[in-house]
């Protein structure tokens, strides 16, 4: 008899079906729930777990998580349904906080160094030492009177952490820098300057019908992914209507991936398209606001026809992007990533933001809605970074001498400059480097002194995001499980930051004018302020109701308290033309954040192992290539490639060829070419951000991280690309099954 | 209130974006090996859930196009009758489960698989000793030569279902505590879950509304006759393949 695969796997079935079936009448119903062995009777494991509320802010972007805890061990993160910003949703970035938690190359106790510098030869020391040897240090330069040589560096640091943090350098008189690797910095001088106030607004994604993006890969990595993921889960399929997302980028990223409409512009032109769009809609409607907006007439001569070759985009596609603009109800522009980090990047997002001017959407739903003050005084979202350029000027300060003590707390700035070489000649001309590094990094592993912090799960703290849901808000931060180090004695282990710092203060005698002789303490009793105010989501008969309901939300917030008043429309200025680095290289840099954040998160191997949504590449540093300008010039994936600027400096990478890249660009992803940081990232991949050409933004003095260009040259090695894709066999193909149905058209 | 439970799942891939949180969920909430370069480089990474990325069309038109896969609980599964010894079996509560300590590992499962969602432990999966102290106890660390996949987190089913019957309460469609890792992490809302025997619940609905004519539901590779129980609604849009446009 002859037997076709169907009739097999039918008589196969059916056998099987009636073995589990006559299984299923001899045993209890039960039974079958027996599914894995925990879940067997003879060792059933049911432990109590229980569900702390807490906020993550690391890496900038606030998300509210509840922290499973099962027997003092951190289990499992999840977002906090009552967050204003993630409503429940979280991001891999807060999952892997458990891993930082429990990573085991966690620094246990405060450590002096030993070796020679970058040997990572350590003596472990007490805490009641290390904060002596700190504090005696600074009490030095106190009574010589040369408190400027005195210098903090620290990621922006909002919340109550960040006001201990400048009651400490003020007291000290020293100063304090804000570093990140790719600023917001930019973004924040642009917002400024279009809506009147340096916090980012929120973006009302969720009511919008058509978003307008420029450059910034929204739904991956800027800002605030999982907020804005969620809207764009309600701006799809939310509403009777679908919202439009066109994207405009140099990169195909997620973002463009998801988009309707990708349009590929030149590197560093994203403004003069958003100028273009804005002259458009200023000849064909009549519109008040380019009174105001264009007084001087600027917008002449962004005419589509003058821009449409510098900016690679036809006379058409402008005309019909603002024809989608002015027909939409609900519009909005955002912009920043790679179109703020060119030498015209503020320009950029100014003209683009001002397209919400004319859009008339600020305050709306579906649109712009500014984020009011902190509701505490003194205690608000981080301050911007400092810009590159100061960090240049703080290198030169370092080699001449003038910084004798240098602070660090998670600004991995050894890493993140663009010449390391230069960054390891100033660190070397500082007499003590202190760290409040918790793990190594690159900058920790050149410090003198290493004061660990606890983990963000182990510490208290606040946080007003920097990016706020349009209404007041402050998010807490609780211990969620005791410190991991706890059992190594008061006198080593971690402790946590602010209370580093107001320890040291003591010692040194100084007072930092804070309500509290504990961080905790500081923080409860600015709680009390907040009871006081008698508003708000949480309502309590006493205090410590109150107190207990915040930490148990994971925050307050006031959805009643919002900005009412729309802000003035500023005139536009003109937009220059993009410069870059070396015209002669063929082909534009696009770094670009891939999963490891700004390389801040490379310690964790979740994310190490998490695949690149574009290329699915993972655990290494990989170069996106057009697939036919490879084909061209001999090169298949996992050739090893030679990056080099006309800088000199160089990296090698694996070729990643894929059909979207534009034929004049290189994408590399950022975060990788850790010296230290781990067992995870040190040595691994390469470092994209030591290359770059120091090219700043023109108005602020910000690094222009895509306005290098490069040659690529091929080593004649070969390395096999760590990636997810073929993992599985691919699926077979069948004209009438596509994995991924598409359907066209607004139904549901 | 339903005297039996068919949990599925609905996954809607106009929502999804690609941002693969659901992955890292995943393996966080079932004790997933870590995934060292390695593994990555044999070819033997393990993703209950993974996010396949889909390329359409070349420079300058061009599209890449993303949807989460994990196992769809077939209700005629091709990997159940061909275990030698029951190790997978189908559940009263339509679940397509995985008795580790019964697996011997023949693979034959995998190799029935029509969607690659089994993955087989090729090494003892290892964890430096501290990053041990983040496993999820109610979860069983499977040995080398063990088959894996996703179980619709049925840890989180048995033990919200357990409390609910301990409580005296009824479990809502929804809840948290019952929902796989994978749901409550999504953050554009593209995966449900819930019971497709209670007419009310949400995936009921939706199921019920796609999959009528010219609603968006479909199976994946439903020619085969799975008869699966993970909906997918389609992605909008144009195809920049059948329809080239510029």
Redesign the interface.
């Known amino acids: 008899m002859a037997l076709s695969r169907?009739q097999f796997?039918t008589l196969?079935?059916g056998?099987?079906?009636a073995?589990?079936l006559f299984?299923?009448c001899g045993l209890p119903?039960k039974e079958?729930?027996?599914?894995?062995?925990?879940?067997m009777p003879e060792d059933l494991?049911?432990?109590i777990d229980n569900w702390y509320a807490t906020t993550n802010n690391q890496g900038g972007s606030s998300e509210g998580i509840v922290v499973r805890v099962?027997?003092g061990?951190?289990?499992?993160?999840?977002?906090n349904?009552n967050h204003p910003l993630?409503l429940?949703?979280?991001?891999?970035l807060s999952?892997?906080a458990?891993?930082g938690?429990?990573?085991?190359d966690?620094i246990t106790a405060p450590q002096v160094r030993t070796g020679p510098r970058g040997s990572g030869e350590y003596r472990e020391i007490s805490w009641e030492d290390a904060i002596a040897r700190l504090s005696s240090r600074l009490g030095e330069l106190d009574s010589s009177n040369e408190n400027n040589k005195a210098v903090f560096v620290s990621n922006p640091t909002g919340g109550h952490s960040g006001l201990v943090l400048e009651k400490f350098t003020d007291s000290l008189g020293s100063r304090h820098l804000s570093y990140e690797a790719l600023e917001t910095n930019v973004l924040r001088t642009a917002l400024k300057a279009v809506f009147g106030t340096d916090s980012i607004p929120e973006f009302d994604i969720d009511n919008a019908d058509l978003v307008l993006s420029f450059g910034a890969d929204f739904?991956?990595s800027w800002v605030s992914?999982?907020?804005y993921?969620?809207g764009?889960?309600?701006f799809?399929?939310g509403h009777e209507h679908?919202g439009r997302l066109i994207h405009v980028d140099s990169r195909?990223s997620?973002t463009a991936?998801?988009a309707?409409q990708?349009v590929?512009v030149n590197p560093g032109t994203e403004g003069l398209l958003a100028m273009s769009i804005m002259q458009v809609l200023s000849s064909s409607h009549s519109n008040a606001v380019f009174g105001d907006l264009d007084a001087d007439g600027v917008l002449d001569s962004y005419s589509p026809v003058n821009v449409a070759n510098e900016v690679g985009v036809s006379v058409d596609i402008i005309n019909q992007i603002a024809d989608d603009f002015s027909h939409s109800e609900h519009p909005i522009a955002l912009g920043g990533g790679s179109a703020g980090a060119h030498t015209n990047g503020t320009q950029n997002l100014k003209a683009i933001y001002s397209l919400n001017h004319v859009a008339s959407n600020l305050g709306k739903k579906g649109g712009v809605l500014l984020n009011p003050r902190s509701p505490i005084d003194g205690v608000g979202a981080a301050p911007p970074s400092n810009s590159f350029s100061e960090f240049y000027r703080l290198a030169e300060e370092m080699k001449a001498g003038n910084v004798s003590v240098l602070m660090v707390k998670d600004a991995d700035f050894y890493y993140g400059m663009t010449d390391t070489a230069d960054m390891k000649v100033a660190l070397d001309s500082v007499p003590l480097i202190v760290s409040f590094g918790g793990m190594m990094d690159d900058t920790t592993s050149v410090a003198d002194l290493i004061l660990p912090q606890h983990h963000f799960l182990e510490d208290w703290g606040t946080d007003v995001p920097l990016a706020g849901p349009g209404y007041q808000m402050i998010g807490f931060q609780q211990p969620v499980v005791r410190p991991?180090f706890e059992h190594r004695g008061s006198n080593l282990g971690t402790k946590g930051f602010a209370d580093i710092l107001m320890a040291t203060a003591q010692v040194m005698g100084k007072d930092l004018g804070l309500d509290g002789e504990t961080f905790k303490e500081v923080i409860k009793n600015d709680a009390e302020r907040l009871y006081e105010l008698d508003r708000g989501g949480i309502v309590a008969n006493s205090f410590e109701g109150f107190w207990n309901g915040v930490l148990q939300r994971g925050g307050w917030w006031d959805t009643s308290y919002k900005i009412d008043n729309v802000p003035e429309v500023n005139r536009l200025d003109g937009v220059a033309s993009p410069e870059f680095g070396g015209l002669e290289q063929e082909f534009y840099i696009q770094p670009f954040i891939s999963?490891l954040g700004d390389g801040s998160a490379a310690s964790l191997?979740?994310?190490q192992?998490?695949?690149d949504?574009?290329s699915?590449a993972?655990?290494?540093t990989w170069v996106e290539i057009?697939?036919?300008v490879a084909g061209k010039k001999g090169i298949s994936e996992g050739d090893v490639l030679e990056i080099r600027p006309a800088n000199g400096r160089t990296i090698k990478a694996l070729a990643m060829p894929?059909?979207?890249?534009?034929?004049d660009t290189i994408g590399i992803p950022i975060g990788q070419g850790h010296r230290d940081g781990g067992?995870y990232s040190a040595g691994r991949g390469a470092n994209i951000l030591s290359v770059l050409d120091s090219k700043l933004d023109s108005e602020n003095g910000s690094l222009a991280w895509a306005a290098t260009r490069a040659n690529v040259t091929t080593t004649g090695e070969w390395i096999?690309v760590?990636?997810?894709?073929?993992?599985?066999?691919e699926?077979p193909r069948?004209e009438?099954?596509d994995?991924?149905?598409?359907?066209?058209?607004?139904?549901? | 209130m339903v005297d039996s439970n068919k949990w599925g799942m609905v996954v809607d891939i106009d929502r999804c974006t690609g941002c693969q949180g659901c992955v890292v969920a995943c393996q966080s909430e079932n004790n997933i090996p870590i995934n060292l370069e390695e593994h990555f480089n044999q070819r033997r990474a393990i993703q209950w859930i993974r996010i396949e990325r889909y390329w359409e069309g070349e420079y300058p038109d061009v599209k890449a196009r993303f949807i989460p896969i994990m196992c769809q609980h077939c209700g005629s599964a091709p990997c159940e009758p061909v275990c030698p010894v029951y190790a997978t079996y189908h559940n009263n509560e339509g679940l397509n489960v995985q008795v580790y300590n019964r697996c011997i590992g023949t693979r034959f499962c995998a190799n029935g698989c029509p969607y690659h969602v089994r993955f087989f432990n090729f090494w003892e999966p290892e964890w430096p000793e501290s990053l041990k102290n983040q496993l999820n106890p109610d979860v069983t660390v499977r040995s080398r030569g063990i088959m894996e996949k996703c179980s619709f987190c049925v840890q989180r089913i048995q033990r919200s279902t357990r409390e609910s019957e301990r409580d005296n309460e009824i479990l809502e469609d929804g809840d948290r505590g019952l929902n796989p890792a994978c749901v409550n992490a999504c953050a554009s809302n593209s995966l449900i879950f819930g019971n497709f025997n209670d007419p009310d619940s949400t995936v009921s609905k939706m199921k019920e509304d796609a999959m009528q004519e010219g609603g968006r539901g479909y199976r994946l590779m439903e020619n085969l006759g799975t008869d699966t129980n993970v909906i997918y609604l389609r992605k909008v849009g144009e195809s920049v393949v059948e329809a080239p446009h510029g």
């Open positions: 169907r796997l196969m079935g056998s099987a079906g073995a589990v299984q299923a119903e079958l729930l027996i599914d894995s062995p925990p879940a494991v049911s432990g099962m027997e061990r951190a289990k499992k993160v999840e977002g349904t993630n429940g949703g979280h991001s891999a999952e892997a458990l891993q938690l429990y990573h085991p966690r739904l991956s992914p999982t907020r993921a969620r764009y889960g309600e799809r399929q679908r195909f997620m991936a998801n309707d990708w590929h991991f999963t191997p979740w994310l192992a998490m695949p949504a574009i699915t993972t655990w290494q057009n697939d036919k894929n059909p979207a890249v534009p034929p067992r096999r760590p990636k997810f894709e073929n993992t599985v066999p699926f069948d009438h099954q994995i991924i149905q598409i359907t066209s058209g607004d139904n549901h």
